[in-house]
């Protein structure tokens, strides 16, 4: 007799909301988590009163009105809106590149004369591009080229992206940039997402709200005793790594990681912005977070006496390393196809989220991935 219906493998936001919903329908479940908390990389720090992201800065965005309700449910959202801002040879520009931006670099003042820059600097790139006989951006560096121009290129994207992915961006593909908007109005709002916000009293409570009523271990690594954990239920939801799940037998896929500086400073607002990005090649990090202005605004600022903040360097993954973001080169794709056709022709166990997966998931299609699996579980 199986003691679960489900087993589940990671409490990130996949693992938390595949659990809550088959909860809800009255499935028994084990949610286990090798880390000795939960939450994945949400989870949140309580340091000197402030939440600090332990994994990293998350903000929530969405257009997808169901999982923005969804969220909500659980938790209230406050209205954090991310107005990145880059700092290059301590000078200041305004992200997503934006009319703001486009005032700091060149003076333009108008939309009309933004575009003639822009345009003028993109089309000097298509002429050089066409000349090589290139007709379609074949890297970032081209595809960034293209978008914005070389003024942005060289000072916004070309250093903070190379320290970002330790690779140069001619061997990056271009979609990564694709990513950034730009636009003729003076915004700085960094998504053009719907929804956005940060969870009322941080991530843990949308996490412990997720979970509330369902059996839970933290600690416990399912490879260190994967028959026993395989033996206790009918299905398993895998969010683990799916290359350790397979025993590495085609090879190890890679990732980047990011190394945190935290450091409480004692003082109620250092950079007076959530998110700083330092977009030249010899800072060695890549941002600073500064986390009280996630969740705290106008004089609460000043409520709290100090602050903390996180210096973030992005490095190459070894094995003890958390793995953060898949590598997307063609070697990586190819080889996370290997095991995905394994793992297409599972029948109990199902996989999902950042590590199974091997995606560059935001938090909202992972939710939106993990309650599409459940629809297709009942
Ligand atoms: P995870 O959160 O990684 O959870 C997987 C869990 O499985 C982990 O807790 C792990 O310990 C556990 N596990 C793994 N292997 C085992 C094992 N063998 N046994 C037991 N447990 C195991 N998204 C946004 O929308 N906005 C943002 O601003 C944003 N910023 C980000 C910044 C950084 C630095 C990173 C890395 C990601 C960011 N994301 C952001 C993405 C976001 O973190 C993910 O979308 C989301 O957390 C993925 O949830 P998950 O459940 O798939 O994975
Ligand atoms: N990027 C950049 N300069 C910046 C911010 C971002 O060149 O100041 C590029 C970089 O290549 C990065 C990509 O845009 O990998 C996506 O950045 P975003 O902040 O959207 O993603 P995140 O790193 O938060 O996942």
Known sequence: MKRYDYLIVGSGLFGATFAYLVHKEGKKCLVIDKRKHLGGNVYCENVEGINVHKYGAHIFHTSNKKVWDFVNSIVEFNRYTNSPVANYKGRLYNLPFNMNTFYQMWGVVTPEQAHEKIEAQRQEVLAMMREKGVTEPRNLE????????????????????EKQWGRKCTELPSFIIRRLPVRLVYDNNYFNDKYQGIPIGGYNKLVSGLLEGVETKTGVDFFENREYWEGLADRIVFTGKIDEFYDYRFGKLEYRTVRFENEVLDMPNYQGNAVINYTERDVPYTRVIEHKHFEMFGQEIYEKPKTVISREYSVE???????????????????????????????????????????YYDMAPVIESAINLFQKMI
């Open 142 to 161: 081209e595809q960034a080229l293209t978008l914005v121009g070389k003024d942005i290129y060289e000072k916004l994207i070309k250093g903070y992206t």
């Open 317 to 359: 993954w070894k094995e003890g390393m958390e793995p953060y973001y898949p590598v997307n080169d063609e070697r990586n794709g190819d080889l996370y196809m290997k095991y995905k056709s394994l793992a297409d022709n599972e029948s109990k166990v199902l996989f999902g989220g950042r590590l199974a997966e091997y995606k």
